[in-house]
């Protein structure tokens, strides 16, 4: 296996259309802990890119900064969204330009029903998907819909948090282990409505510690280690190359 360096990453991908989103060296903190140490990496539109690495490479970090949420802290570098430089905007003016992140936890709103969290999703524009274009990509989501929210099953909750980023007007969606804790069916389905928000042509970012499953789904991987880029390339090559998964992702 070559050897990492800044200037050199393995798998480097090098294309021609010019990226939808790009982070360019981009460095985040918690308080004093330099968790994101230089990223970089293009998305083309409507791509989907598995963000991979051990525990406590900077996945999740790597995530919040490009969302523009308060922690980690983003020092240094350049985050662009179709021509707009997120880096410059709070997390609400990111928001508003289309950048939705879901959450492991996915922050189902309590004391509200299904369709009131939507809705609240719904409250200011730019608004996306209708209610009911949601309920037809989820029809376990339309049958609970007077159900509340924090009392759906964790597959059913992951629906939602998706459900409701999708009620946005969304340009990048950023997914933090939508597949935690879930069973394989529930899994497969969650799959699926990934599979048909990339036909819709919506741009994706899913960190996953099921590596495989992320990697079948995606078609490119970034590998961290350590926050640092050590892997851009396809995903295909990563499923393909033992040694790779082992030094990195412990597959």
Request: hydrophobic share 40%; charged share 25%.
């Amino acid at each position: 296996m070559s050897t990492v360096t800044t200037d050199a990453v393995r798998g480097k991908n090098v294309g021609t259309a010019p990226a939808y989103f790009s982070c360019h060296d981009i460095h985040a903190y918690y308080g004093e802990s330099y968790i994101v140490q230089g990223v970089s990496f293009n998305i083309h539109e409507g791509e989907i890119l598995a963000l991979l690495g051990r525990n406590g490479a900077g996945k999740t970090s790597t995530l919040r900064a490009i969302a523009r949420c308060d922690d980690p802290a983003l020092k240094k570098g350049e985050i662009w969204l179709d021509h707009k430089p997120v880096h410059t905007m709070t997390t609400y003016e990111a928001a508003q330009n289309g950048v939705a992140l879901v959450p492991e936890d996915r922050c189902i709103i309590q004391g509200l029903t299904v369709e009131e969290n939507l809705q609240l999703a719904q409250i200011e524009e730019p608004i996306g998907w209708s209610i009911e274009r949601i309920f037809d990509l989820f029809p376990r989501l339309k049958e609970r819909r007077n159900q509340e929210g924090v009392t759906l099953s964790g597959g059913e909750q992951q629906m939602l948090a998706v459900g409701r980023a999708l009620a946005r007007d969304i340009k990048l969606l950023l997914l933090d282990e939508p597949y935690e804790g879930l069973a394989p069916v529930i899994v497969q389905e969650i799959e699926r409505t990934l599979r048909e928000i990339k036909e819709l042509g919506i741009t994706t970012v899913i960190v996953e510690q099921n590596a495989v499953a992320a990697l079948k789904l995606a078609d490119r991987a970034v590998i961290l280690d350590t926050g640092t880029v050590v892997y851009d390339g396809s995903a295909e090559e990563v499923l393909n190359d033992e040694e790779l998964r082992h030094n990195y992702l412990a597959i």
